[in-house]
């Protein structure tokens, strides 16, 4: 069992999703206390698929998920793209074995449900509170006050803002508003056994076209295969941020697409409607007690499905620091924002570039991304991302 150094101030993190979660294991396997404020009644065993890069499959390991996620993932063994209107191919990078000898570790396909309750398994009882919605956050130079909105209050030394896009520490922090990126996702979920073809071997697969494209990939211990759907959708309400729909709708929308992407949304059961949001990748997020991590800190689309993985990040940083840190904790956190922000920045531009090179027009453009997308996706080429190291000072 870590010990928890009773020298260092408790700290509060808000927010109990991966950012959050993740944030708590690494402070308590760095021996200090913590606390989780989730405002759910409970955690909803629910949820769509996520990509776990090496980058961030190295910490999960190194907070003792290596064996669970062999048991509830699948190992990817390429990303292979293609083409809108015959699903020609047009990429594809080796992951598999390759990719373990390359950077460290697997690339996962899990659902986001079973990475949540992986994160959940570390924490011992009591560490996260439900039912427990921050409202306001007061900051004084000997601590933090946070308040409910059951009129509750509760005293921490620091507090991780871990809650997401809408994070109401960040309004406090930073202030600035979420920012409709043009597009929208359906987002589904197939049995696995109706697309046979498809997945003999588990892998990612991307389909590009005019104004669109479509992920797909295997959760294999369900059965089941994760697809997203993006379009450009100029008119979209900017309040409005998900709505129920129809796989019919969905298939509406990339009607005279090739019909691997036909069967894919056509076998689905359900979906649901999600437009997409990021912020501003913008410094400013950390001060003497007070910092943010994951969505909540940079949000971004998830055209480099990035957004977890980002997080993991921050949440193995940000704990490295306060574990080497003085009792004023101050300094580290600003460290961790010195340190973090040229790397999210970079993976947030590059992802933002994404989503217009993924949507092209065909025409020039298009078949210029087209020819030189087989030697721009090698694993080799990926090393920024995936061989990148988020252990600072390396006390653990």
């Keep these: ?38 405002q759910a009644t ?7 698929g996520i990509q776990l890069a090496p980058n961030s499959v190295r910490i999960l390991h190194r907070l003792g998920l290596a064996g669970a996620l062999e048991r509830r993932a699948t190992r990817a063994h390429a990303i292979e793209t293609r083409r809108w209107q015959d699903g020609a191919p047009l990429a594809r990078t080796e992951l598999g ?4 000898e390359r950077y460290g570790a697997p690339y ?4 986001r ?63 600035d508003r979420p920012r409709f990126s043009g597009h929208t996702v359906h987002r589904g979920l197939v049995a696995a056994d109706r697309l046979p073809s498809l997945f003999e071997v588990p892998k990612v697969l991307f389909w590009l076209g005019p104004n669109g494209h479509v992920t797909s990939y295997p959760i294999a211990p369900h059965g089941l295969v994760h697809f997203s759907a993006v379009i450009t959708s100029p008119e979209w309400d900017p309040e409005v941020w998900s709505a129920p729909s129809r796989p019919e709708e969905a298939a509406a929308a990339f009607a005279g697409w090739n019909t691997e992407v036909a069967e894919l949304i056509g076998a689905a059961e359900g979906t649901h409607h999600w437009a997409l949001f990021d912020r501003d990748c913008v410094g400013g997020w950390s001060t003497g007690r007070m910092t943010l991590a994951g969505d909540a800190a940079h949000p971004m689309v998830p ?74 996706e090698r694993l080799d080429d990926y090393a920024w991302l995936y061989g990148f190291e988020a252990a600072p000072v390396g006390s653990r």
């Design 108 to 111: 996962y396909l899990i659902q």
């Design 113 to 175: 449900a079973d990475l949540h309750r992986s994160l959940l398994e570390l924490l011992p009882p009591g560490v996260v509170r439900h039912s427990a919605a921050c409202t306001a956050v007061e900051e004084r130079p000997d601590g933090v006050t946070l308040r409910f909105a059951d009129g509750t209050s509760e005293e921490a030394g620091v507090v991780v803002g871990a809650d997401g896009i809408h994070s109401a520490l960040r309004n406090t922090l930073v202030g």
């Design 97 to 100: 074995e390759t990719c373990v």
């Design 303 to 376: 055209y480099l499905s990035q957004g977890a993985n980002q997080a993991i990040e921050d949440a193995w940083v940000l704990a490295d620091l306060l574990s080497a840190a003085d009792p004023d904790p101050g300094p580290a956190l600003r460290r961790y924002e010195e340190l973090r922000l040229p790397r999210v920045r970079e993976v947030h531009r590059r992802s933002r570039e994404r989503g217009h090179e993924f949507h092209l027009p065909d025409g020039p453009r298009q078949r210029l991304r087209d020819r030189s997308m087989p030697t721009a």
């Design 42 to 48: 409970v955690f909803a065993d629910a949820g769509a």
């Design 1 to 38: 069992m870590t010990h928890i150094s009773t020298n260092r101030p408790r700290i509060a993190v808000i927010g109990g999703g991966i950012a959050g979660l993740t944030v708590a294991a690494s402070l308590l396997r760095a021996g200090i206390e913590c606390t989780v404020y989730e």
